[in-house]
């Protein structure tokens, strides 16, 4: 018997030990490529420099040409903006209190007030001037690093992935996933195409938002002593 329960022990360990090295690497490899960005974002020289211009002046160039989209692209920047998230948690975290579901609650609320923090502090602290382009379409104050609409963007719709797939069935959680997606890159884009980020601002928000919400879901993981069941609704 014991000799049988190490063999499956020693099983486990080789299926789930690599797995368990997977989610740290992740997280190291994501925070390179972030300290990565923030040095190239301070830069005013070089390739990636070279290349957040460039992009910016020919998406500039392009969007000057098609007024119709711009309006469109506007329109998704704003329904897909901070303001907008922030709200939609609110109401959420609020719904979950009033079922009780204060752990829920309060994951959705450190999630979002710390992203906020998070766009703002370092903002602050790369001090990277918006674009500057020939013909603006679109005018914005603040700090360029990170885009803050990436940040949020994907924070928010990683939590609402994180939260709802495991009360899903396979097909709405494809759905969910896809449609996640595509809500973040569009909002990402939209800055882009609006020319008030560069493509550096965009992938920096992306990477904070998602070393962020791994850092709140490894919290959350610990503090409900690692049952799975912890982020599901009752």
Do not use: C
């Amino acid at each position: 018997m014991s000799s049988s329960s190490d063999r499956r022990a020693r099983g486990a360990e080789r299926r789930f030990g690599p797995r368990a090295l997977l989610a740290p690497a992740g997280v190291l490899l994501a925070a390179l490529l972030l300290t990565a960005l923030v040095v190239f974002a301070r830069s005013r020289s070089g390739a990636v420099h070279d290349f957040d211009v460039d992009t910016v002046d020919d998406l500039n160039r392009y969007a000057r040409g098609h007024p119709g989209q711009v309006q469109f692209w506007k329109a998704v920047t704003t329904v897909g903006g901070p303001t907008t998230w922030r709200v939609l948690a609110a109401v959420a975290a609020a719904a979950l209190l009033v079922r009780r579901q204060w752990r829920l609650a309060v994951l959705i609320a450190v999630t979002m007030v710390g992203a906020a923090i998070l766009s703002g502090v370092t903002k602050s602290l790369v001090h990277r001037a918006r674009p500057v382009v020939p013909m603006p379409v679109a005018h914005v104050g603040g700090g360029s690093f990170p885009s803050g609409h990436a940040l949020t963007s994907f924070v928010a719709v990683g939590l609402a992935v994180v939260l709802l797939v495991p009360v899903l069935s396979a097909a709405w959680r494809v759905v969910l996933i896809v449609v996640g997606a595509v809500v973040v890159l569009a909002v990402g884009f939209s800055r882009l195409i609006l020319g008030v980020h560069y493509v550096t601002d965009v992938l920096g928000g992306w990477l904070i938002g998602g070393l962020w919400l791994a850092v709140v879901m490894a919290g959350f993981g610990l503090a409900a002593g690692g049952r799975r069941s912890g982020i599901r609704a009752r």
